[in-house]
């Protein structure tokens, strides 16, 4: 089956069925070529609030600080 004889029927499938299909082909298309994922798509760091001691610390301080302030 040719790819323009395909998309019409992948046009008909819901957002969730066309997601579903684009993680299938993903895998089938690295496993296939035997290139790691990461080689497409590189990953990011996210920063995240969980961890941020220091941050927690400068805000803590800012926190005082404004109490004091307005005693």
């Known amino acids: 089956m040719s790819l323009t ?3 019409p029927s992948v046009r008909t ?3 969730k069925d066309k997601l579903r299909l684009l993680q299938v082909l993903v ?3 690295t496993q ?3 290139i790691p ?3 497409y798509a590189p990953e ?3 920063w995240s609030p969980y961890a941020a001691n220091e941050a927690a610390s400068v805000l803590a ?3 005082k600080a404004d ?3 307005r005693k």
Do not use: P, Y
């Open 32 to 34: 296939e070529g035997d």
């Open 44 to 46: 990011f760091a996210i």
């Open 61 to 63: 301080e800012a926190l």
């Open 5 to 7: 004889e395909l998309l």
């Open 27 to 29: 895998k089938d298309v």
């Open 37 to 39: 994922l990461s080689d």
């Open 13 to 15: 499938l819901s957002h």
């Open 67 to 69: 109490k004091a302030s």
